[in-house]
């Protein structure tokens, strides 16, 4: 059946055209940069803001990651505020008996994936809805968490678990010209993965005799890329080294794109969330498909719990609120629809990287919440509106 | 002009996409008879009517109906209802948890002074349910009550509009004998009052018994009208003018190898999923040979469809009952999945709702149902899973730019390739097919044709549920008939004509 491999002829407008609705996110996110970049004078590039942008929206882009799923599968998460409250107030106290941070990690996540165990049986086998399950949980595990704090922050008993959050990778008197040498390895090792395995993998394809496109486009990805990654090093490399949680952050991201894209389980929330029904018949089993997301999106919420918690350093009663709201936001200005079966982990970290770019922004300028919320609703609604009408085009509406 | 005539169509050509539905169809009902519509599934018989009450707006067909001597301009069914027309769906239309009373008076509430006067709903609701014969409270609210019922609140909905012209498309379809016995009196009893009555029925011996006058429709064609109050009319003359075609050799079937029973439903009983008292599949048996080609007809509401979805891992209603036999073993289909993992492939007649995911691509809906087995420890080879894709796009010959195209984006007959590619790459030995060909060209008609005959010729069973009989006849080595839940019979392929089967299943 192998033919011979064939190059797709198209210029490069015409790809951008085509591809339209993935890259105008990415497109979004730089132009909001670039006009905060004058409007601030430059501050929110500088070494500092950029790690604290990924430090302050980590807690809500691991959120989101998981949330992305739930949306895809056609259901949505409102308890994750709240989950995420009463995890972080869990995970200070475990911390607190002095087990240490990596036991605590483990439990924090154990803990999440029972409740979303507990939410996903309700959802996916006892068929309540979702939003409605998720509001009782939004509830509950409010409730719960006032309950195990009496309504009073919990402090962490020593600094190590702060390091989740607000730590940095480096190492001691290593530097390469007044920078961080860590970061500038990593950064170079990451670039040069990404060369080898973007020309592997369309080798591959053309040994298999699919049609690729011209080898330009290839260098055109891996060079845009590699800019980013050196570019986001090299500020981390002149503050103080690769943030812990942005790791944490990649590493996730990482394994989600994974999950989605590869993955037998993220193939099949993808179809159940486009047609439950022909999924059904087509014999996947919807019902373990949508249990096993809303688990993850649990598991998920143990992460964030623990990062939100080492972000301020204590584990707080009123922690998480309108988290969930931020999260979905994210997913649908990150191209996810509404109606399922369509969104993808990157556009949704990207999605929370705007919101999480403007409010930076705002801040920098001294805009209280009060306007940060009028400009989210209305990048939000203009995002999905632009989303809406680029589907319809290209037959996905 | 004869004012004797209080609806008349005139050169009603209706196309959707792809098919002319009407042709050119005349169409005329005398004042206070009861006409019936007949002729085989897709004839045109819903279209015709759904033209005349407005569901189809004016301007979505050519032509022109006369109804009580004026043109028609309607633009919905709200139109048709004030002028007195009106129309009882196969599918009732009732909100399902408002009560009887005000369901009468949806749409129509009488106010006062902008307020909905309920009182005064309540009051005139009994005379109404009277009239229609409905012992129950107007406060009755509608989903307690039996089909049968329901289908009396809208008739009772009819009249309060002063309905002068009542279509009833298949009434009795999902009514038992005794409601059809009495909504037909009932239909008696309007003509007594003088309000006409179109009724389109499958069942004969009801038609001839209440008919006035009879139209058979064949293929979007007015065949002729028949005036039954002189003449006596048969059964056979009816189904001779429905069937009425040539066979044209469709299919050139090859000489079949049919070896031993392989597969064999026994006792199969459902009930409705969501009336749990109503039999859809009543007492069925029947079995498949190995390189054999099953077809199964019948008129629409027979239950062949709801059959084969319960068979195929529960995927139709209630209370299923009834053995299932795999070379001969008896095993037990409890989801979709089992079924397809023992080996028993169904490809839905509802392509679009039932077979395919439309906004994901080509490839992925082909590889849907497979994907355990093109994958690793649960990572998907993409690679296999494209080669697989395009194996079946070359062999199926699907017209895709490329196997990543979105498959909405595609026609009707290659989203169906599409679909028989999903079923084909989890290699089924038993492969269901329920209408393979509705609503796709007469050259795709064909290959499809030709991949069902492949099948068989690697010693596979293909079952087809199928509305054409020409083609039930010219593919299939077995025909079963089916009707209002039962097998009626199973003819072989060398006995098998059109008007046989049309009386098997028709004729009791």
């Known amino acids: ?397 | 002009m004869n004012e004797d005539y209080i609806l008349e169509v005139r050169n009603i050509t209706k196309e959707f996409p792809g098919v002319r539905a009407l042709d050119n169809v005349d169409f005329k009902v005398k004042r206070g008879e009861i006409h019936c519509l007949v002729g085989e599934n897709g004839a045109g018989k819903s279209t015709l009517m759904n033209v005349v009450s407005g569901v189809y707006p004016k301007g979505s067909y050519e032509g022109e109906v006369v109804f009580n001597g004026k043109v028609t301009n309607y633009r919905s069914t709200k139109d048709s209802e004030q002028d007195g027309l009106a129309i009882i769906h196969q599918e009732l239309t009732l909100s399902p948890y408002l009560s009887i009373y005000e369901n009468l008076f949806l749409g129509h509430m009488k106010t006062r002074f902008g307020v909905i006067d309920w009182d005064s709903c309540l009051r005139d609701s009994y005379p109404l349910l009277k009239r229609v014969g409905l012992n129950e409270k107007p406060q009755t609210i509608v989903s307690k009550m039996s089909v049968g019922k329901q289908q009396l609140v809208e008739i009772a909905r009819a009249i309060s509009q002063d309905a002068q012209l009542i279509i009833f498309d298949e009434p009795t379809s999902s009514l038992n004998d005794d409601e059809s016995h009495k909504l037909l009196s009932l239909m008696k009893e309007f003509k007594e009052s003088g309000i006409t009555c179109i009724m389109i029925s499958h069942k004969l011996d009801e038609v001839l018994s209440v008919a006035d006058s009879i139209t058979i429709l064949r293929d979007g064609l007015s065949i002729e009208s028949i005036d039954v109050t002189g003449e006596k009319v048969s059964e056979q003359r009816i189904i001779r003018g429905m069937v009425g075609r040539e066979l044209k050799n469709l299919f050139p079937k090859k000489e079949p190898d049919i070896g031993t029973v392989v597969f064999e439903v026994k006792n199969w009983t459902v009930y409705h999923p969501d009336y749990h008292t109503m039999k859809i599949v009543d007492d069925a048996s029947f079995f498949v040979r190995k390189g054999e080609i099953v077809s199964f007809c019948g008129p629409m509401g027979a239950g062949r469809t709801e059959m084969m979805m319960s068979i195929f891992g529960n995927s139709y209603g209630y209370g299923a009952t009834g053995e299932i036999y795999l070379n001969g073993e008896k095993v037990e289909f409890d989801s979709p999945k089992t079924a397809i993992r023992k080996g028993v492939g169904y490809v839905s007649e509802d392509r679009k709702n039932l077979g395919l995911i439309l906004i994901q691509d080509v490839k992925t809906n082909i590889s849907n149902s497979s994907l355990p087995m093109i994958s690793k420890r649960g990572v998907v080879n993409k690679r296999t899973e494209i080669s697989k894709a395009e194996e079946f796009r070359k062999a199926l010959n699907i017209k895709t730019p490329s196997v990543h195209q979105i498959v909405r984006n595609l026609s009707g007959g290659n989203q169906q390739k599409v679909v028989l590619s999903r079923c084909l790459l989890a290699s089924p030995d038993i492969f269901i097919v329920d209408e393979p060909t509705r609503g796709i060209d007469v050259g795709a008609k064909f290959e499809i044709y030709s991949i069902l005959n492949d099948m068989v010729k690697q010693g596979k069973s293909v079952i087809v549920v199928s509305s054409e009989l020409a083609e039930a006849i010219s593919m299939s080595d077995r025909i079963y008939v089916m009707n209002e839940g039962k097998i009626k019979g199973v003819i072989p392929r060398e006995e098998a004509t059109q008007e046989g089967i049309m009386r098997m299943a028709l004729v009791d």
């Open chain 1, 1 to 397: 059946m192998v033919s011979a491999a064939q190059i797709e002829q198209i210029s490069f407008f015409k790809l951008a055209k085509q591809n339209m609705r993935k890259i105008s996110m990415f497109l979004v996110l730089g132009l909001i940069i670039i006009v905060f970049a004058f409007l601030t004078g430059g501050v929110n590039l500088t070494p500092r803001n950029i790690t604290n942008i990924f430090i302050q929206n980590s807690y809500i882009l691991i959120l989101t990651v998981g949330m992305v799923l739930v949306i895809i599968i056609g259901n949505i998460d409102l308890s994750v505020g709240s989950v995420i409250a009463f995890l972080g107030a869990l995970s200070a106290m475990i911390y607190n008996t002095g087990i240490g941070v990596v036991p605590t990690l483990i439990l924090s996540l154990l803990l999440g994936a029972a409740i979303g165990t507990f939410q996903a049986f309700w959802i996916a086998y006892m068929h309540i809805p979702a939003f409605i399950v998720t509001l009782a949980g939004m509830l509950l595990f409010r409730g719960l968490t006032y309950i195990i704090t009496n309504v009073t922050p919990i402090s962490l008993i020593d600094d190590r678990y702060k390091q989740i959050a607000s730590g940095s990778l480096n190492i001691e008197g290593f530097t390469i010209a007044g920078l961080d040498g860590l970061s500038i390895i990593v950064a170079l090792v990451l670039v040069v993965a990404l060369v080898y395995f973007t020309i592997r993998s369309r080798n591959q394809h053309i040994a298999h005799g699919f049609t690729v496109l011209p080898f330009r486009f290839t260098l055109y990805r891996i060079v845009a890329l590699s800019a980013l990654i050196l570019f986001i090093f090299y500020k981390f490399s002149a503050y103080r080294g690769i943030p812990t949680v942005s790791v944490v952050l990649i590493v996730v991201t990482a394994i989600f794109v994974f999950l989605t894209n590869n993955t037998v389980i993220g193939r099949y929330i993808y179809a159940v969330g486009g047609n439950a029904k022909s999924a059904k018949l087509s014999g996947i089993n919807s019902e373990q498909v949508v249990f096993i997301t809303h688990v993850i999106m649990g598991l998920l919420c143990g992460l964030s719990g623990m990062v939100f918690t080492a972000y301020m350093n204590s584990a707080l009663p009123q922690a998480g609120v309108n988290f969930e709201l931020d999260a979905i936001a994210s997913c649908f200005i990150g191209g996810a629809a509404a109606s399922g079966g369509i969104g993808t982990t990157i556009g949704a970290i990207t999605g929370g990287l705007v919101m999480g770019v403007i409010n930076n922004g705002m801040s920098l300028m001294n805009i209280g919440a009060d306007w940060q919320y009028v400009v989210k609703a209305v990048i939000l609604l203009l995002a999905v509106f632009y989303d809406i009408m680029s589907r319809r085009k290209s037959g996905l509406g």
